[in-house]
């Protein structure tokens, strides 16, 4: 598609249960990166993928936290025994050359654990 | 550890110019960026600086000084639309971005 696109925009879940979120990036986009971002804070950097393999997933706080590529294109972020401390609005991103190879971000999935 | 530095909020006064400034210090430097962010929408690009100096782009202006691990965004002749959050990011030796918390500017009539 055109830009990178994330669905859905809204979940509110109950603790312990289990959740998927998904992002559709830049076609042709090999590189993928998630990040989460609270209130009054700047995003926070989980996992980043290069084509089907994540390249660096040193950002996933513990293992409830897992992320998968499997084709190189949508990835899905996974969160086993959601807490109310993961209540966050977790953004997907890909790199375009404009003139730093910045981040462009999807409008994100604003996830409630409540 | 790697750390920027922003101030929490602003004001300013529609058709004024602004100055957000950031400090950072990080794990190696290969570029500076600055993001604004609408209240509910997410960041998007607005400038980037690898090199010491000022880059101009219409109303916004970013500078930066590596030697001294500063950054401004500049903003002109305010906009009621101006009113957002701009975010710091630095990207460090791993090419990782580093970001700040964001500056909210409030802009009044």
């Known amino acids: 598609g055109a830009g990178v696109s994330q669905t859905p925009s809204n979940k509110v879940t109950e603790k312990g249960k289990y959740v998927e979120l998904r992002c559709d990036p830049i076609s042709g986009h090999t590189a993928l990166y998630w990040y989460r971002q609270s209130l009054g804070q700047g995003p926070e950097f989980l996992i980043y993928f290069q084509g089907t393999g994540a390249a660096d997933d040193s950002g996933l706080p513990n293992d409830r936290f897992f992320a998968v590529r499997p084709e190189g294109s949508v990835s899905t972020l996974k969160i086993q025994r959601t807490e109310r401390g993961d209540s966050a609005v977790y953004l997907c991103a890909t790199p375009t050359w404009g003139q730093g190879w910045e981040q462009y971000f999807g409008p994100g999935t604003r996830l409630t654990v409540t | 550890g790697q750390n920027i530095d922003q101030p929490t909020e602003m004001t300013a006064t529609e058709g004024a110019i602004v100055q957000i400034n950031c400090t950072y210090q990080t794990s190696g430097f290969n570029g500076l960026f600055w993001y604004q962010q609408h209240a509910g929408e997410a960041p998007t690009f607005l400038s980037y600086n690898v090199l010491d100096g000022l880059e101009e782009k219409g109303r916004f202006s970013s500078f930066l000084s590596r030697s001294k691990g500063y950054s401004y965004l500049l903003l002109k002749e305010l906009q009621m639309k101006d009113s957002a959050s701009y975010l710091c990011?630095?990207?460090?030796?791993?090419?990782?971005?580093?970001w700040g918390a964001g500056t909210k500017l409030i802009i009044k009539p």
């Open positions: 990011a630095v990207r460090d030796s791993n090419y990782q971005l580093i």
